[in-house]
């Protein structure tokens, strides 16, 4: 029976879309939008208690936070190589990277809110526009760090869901933070999106429904 995926293009939902991907896992899409009250309906209320995507249905039971579906679906999955094993030198490291992937989340967020969702200009702060960028920026120093030392990926052993839930968070990073700074990071999220189940994931999906630009400078002050 396939999993049903309650999603928006272009939202975290994509993460577990991609890994379901990955892993072979059939999934049935059910599209929403952000901004046609279909969040609000009382259906989906009864799935996800915040009224946010991705809600996952799966296994006679419904996820709703797109880390803890990650690693669910890694640990009642097998025939993968998507997470070291417990006693894995890469564990630590593994878990690190899937919640700092939050991190670097949370930037991207506050600045969708500032030019994205905010309906007036006089909502919005370029001050605030300007710390959260800088933020941002800040914290993708630790992905170039990481892929210094020659690495394909996150962790030395290879491709895992660690990927999966940052690489769909550099792609919406990379909006706001000109990668030309992050040789490594751009060269990493290449990688990614040239990936075959990344692409099928993307075409399941279709297209994003958030960014009209490839990029939003920062407005004056």
Not at 49 to 72: H, K, M, N, T, W
Request: aromatic share 10%.
């Amino acid at each position: 029976m396939a999993a049903i995926l309650h999603s928006i293009a272009g939202s975290r939902s994509f993460r577990v879309n991609w890994l379901l991907h990955e892993l072979g896992e059939k999934v049935e899409i059910v599209p929403y939008a952000i901004m046609d009250g279909s969040l609000q309906h009382p259906e989906f209320k009864a799935k996800s208690p915040a009224r946010r995507v991705p809600a996952l249905e799966l296994d006679g039971r419904v996820l709703y936070e797109s880390g803890a579906i990650v690693q669910y679906l890694c640990e009642t999955r097998t025939g993968h190589s998507l997470m070291p094993a417990i006693d894995s030198d890469e564990r630590s490291g593994w878990l690190q990277w899937i919640h700092y992937a939050e991190t670097i989340g949370a930037g991207v967020q506050n600045l969708n809110m500032q030019h994205l969702f905010l309906p007036k200009e006089w909502m919005k702060s370029p001050t605030v526009m300007g710390i959260e960028t800088k933020r941002l920026a800040i914290a993708l120093k630790a992905v170039e760090t990481a892929l210094q030392d020659g690495r394909s990926y996150l962790l030395a052993s290879g491709f895992s869901a660690a990927d999966v839930m940052m690489g769909f968070t550099l792609e919406s990073a990379s909006r706001y933070v000109r990668f030309d700074g992050y040789p490594q990071t751009s060269q990493y999220l290449a990688r990614i999106k040239a990936r075959a189940a990344y692409q099928a994931a993307e075409a399941a999906e279709g297209p994003q429904q958030f960014y009209t630009q490839d990029f939003y400078e920062l407005p004056e002050a």
